[in-house]
């Protein structure tokens, strides 16, 4: 099928089928990110290279569904959501999978391994992460119900449930991300100082990632709120 009679098509089922289409990508990419941080911490070097991979391949695919749906977005077929909204939380999906290939190819390009006491606390903080972001694809697959219903009624409510989850888990992230940190610093003298440069930046960008979900969550807020 042709990128046109496909975007065709789902446009032919639902109005918001291609951001969801897109979402669905950007977390397959983001699932990629705890296995092939795993991988670097064990010195699995062609795992680690093999998830770097994947995660760079699903983020050209949701790069390509993102560039679908802008050429072919219509102008006047979404009544219950504005042509500015989709394109919008379109934006802040994408920057999630940007995120986590720039977080992977940082990290394999210098071949980056946290000490040994981060490893945990760090996994666990990448976690919160991407729970996040899961939780933003579940709030976005409710947007056909939500122009079903008009944006009223039950589905408003399971919306506002899913997105009031959505911000605990974002500030879960953060309290994992200063554990982090603390972490880190309280070593920091002990290791190379640009190393330490770029352990705060690949700990920054994995922030970024809960950040960008609960931005996400944000704008279905404003969509709710009109």
């Known amino acids: 099928m042709s990128p046109k009679n496909f975007v065709f098509e789902l446009f032919g089922r639902s109005p918001v089928r291609p951001l969801q289409a897109h979402m669905e990508k950007v977390r397959a990419c983001i699932a990629e990110l705890p296995p092939f941080i795993e991988a670097m911490a064990r010195d699995d070097w062609d795992t680690a290279r093999v998830q770097q991979k994947k995660i760079v391949k ?3 695919e949701a790069d390509r569904l993102k560039k679908d749906l802008r050429l072919h977005l219509p102008k006047g077929m979404m009544l219950a959501m504005s042509r500015r909204d989709v394109l919008d939380t379109l934006l802040i999906q994408d920057r999630i999978a940007n995120m986590a290939k720039d977080i992977a190819g940082l990290m394999l390009g210098r071949q980056m391994q946290f000490p040994a006491n981060m490893q945990g606390p760090l996994q666990r903080f990448l976690d919160r ?3 996040a972001v899961n939780q933003a694809g579940r709030a976005v697959n ?3 119900e939500l122009v079903e219903a008009g944006f009223r009624g039950h589905e408003v409510e399971v919306v506002n449930d899913i997105l009031t989850e959505l911000d605990q888990i974002e500030h879960e992230s953060d309290e994992a991300q200063r554990e982090v940190r603390e972490i880190l610093f309280a070593q920091e003298a002990e ?3 640009v190393n330490v440069i770029f352990m705060y930046r690949v ?6 990632l809960a950040d960008l979900a609960q931005r996400v969550g944000s704008r ?4 709710l709120a009109k």
């Open 203 to 208: 700990i920054d960008s994995i922030g970024e």
């Open 191 to 193: 290791l190379p100082p």
């Open 58 to 60: 699903l983020e050209h």
């Open 129 to 131: 992460s991407v729970d």
């Open 220 to 223: 279905l807020q404003l969509m």
């Open 142 to 144: 409710e947007l056909d």
